[in-house]
Nanobody, 116 residues
Framework: QVQLKESGGGLVQPGGSLRLSCEASGFSFGSIGMTWHRQVPGLERELVATITSTGSYSNYADFVMGRFTISRDNSKRTVYLQMNNLKVEDTAVYYC?????????WGQGTQVTVSS
């Protein structure tokens, strides 16, 4: 079955960096674009970044442009999100998924907390 397992979150000070990972299984990872999303409790999940199946192209939400970088390693079936210059407003649970529709079931996500 499809599994999406996010990791790498944690507590970081404003201006700090984190690298998130998402290990995927149960589908043809190398043939599909991948995304990172985030969600704050009480708010809707929002798209953060997208990367094509080969990793050649990526797109970012305006609020992370220039600070976050999405990448992937198809040999490891893993997509990454490098987050630099983190801001308090980046605090959220981060999730990965495929480029839909349809989307697969969401994993548990990884909590990122930016606080001094």
């Amino acid at each position: 079955q499809v599994q999406l397992k996010e990791s790498g979150g944690g507590l970081v000070q404003p201006g700090g960096s984190l690298r998130l990972s998402c290990e995927a299984s149960g589908f043809s990872f190398g043939s599909i674009g991948m995304t990172w999303h985030r969600q704050v409790p009480g708010l809707e999940r929002e798209l953060v970044a997208t990367i094509t199946s080969t990793g050649s192209y990526s797109n970012y939400a305006d609020f992370v442009m220039g600070r976050f970088t999405i990448s992937r390693d198809n040999s490891k079936r893993t997509v990454y999100l490098q987050m630099n210059n983190l801001k308090v407003e980046d605090t959220a649970v981060y999730y990965c998924n495929v480029v839909g529709p349809p989307l697969y079931s969401w994993g548990q996500g990884t909590q990122v907390t930016v606080s001094s």
